[in-house]
């Protein structure tokens, strides 16, 4: 019994870890596959990547770099970001003017000529 509970709470403890980019749980990330398909060799999937705002302040701006497994060729393989530069990417305008309160979640989504996701790391937080 107790095994079996520790074993549940480790298991939960990997599944959120793995989920969890900035050093000090600012902000939280998480990546679901929302579709996929195959187009000759290539096998194509659409990923839904949520981040969630654990900071006791408004954030009005961060950088989210691709820093592993991204393959997305086109600018609109990526959407509801705003490119910076080769694989860098932060808010658009209506998310700087309007902030990411406490609590308050955000989506973006992007295609990867992969089978599985590709990671990213955030930087540069700014609050309100
Ligand atoms: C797909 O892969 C097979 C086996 O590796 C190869 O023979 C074929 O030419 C490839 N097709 C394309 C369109 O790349
Ligand atoms: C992924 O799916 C789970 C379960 O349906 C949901 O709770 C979560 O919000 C989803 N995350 C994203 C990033 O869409
Ligand atoms: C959040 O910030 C406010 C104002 O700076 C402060 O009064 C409050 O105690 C903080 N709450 C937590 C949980 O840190
Ligand atoms: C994300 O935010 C929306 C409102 O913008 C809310 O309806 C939804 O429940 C939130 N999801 C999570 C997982 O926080």
């Known amino acids: 019994m107790m095994i079996k509970a520790i074993l549940l709470i480790s298991c939960i403890f990997a599944f959120l870890s793995m989920g969890v ?4 749980n600012q902000i939280s990330m998480s990546q679901n596959q929302t579709s996929t398909w195959d187009d000759k060799n290539t096998t194509f999937t659409v990923w839904e990547v949520m ?3 654990n900071w006791n302040a408004t954030i009005i701006d961060l950088t989210i770099t691709a820093t592993a497994n991204f393959f997305s060729s086109k600018p609109s393989d990526i959407w509801n970001v705003e490119k910076v530069s080769d694989k860098v990417y932060h808010f658009q305008p209506y998310l700087i003017q309007n902030g990411l309160s406490t609590g308050e979640n955000f989506t ?4 990867n000529e992969a089978k599985t996701q590709a990671t990213f790391e955030i930087s540069n937080i700014k609050t309100k």
């Not at 980019?21 to 000090?24: A, L, Q």
């Open 21 to 24: 980019i900035s050093d000090s």
């Open 108 to 111: 973006f989504g992007y295609i």
């Open 51 to 53: 981040l969630v705002n």
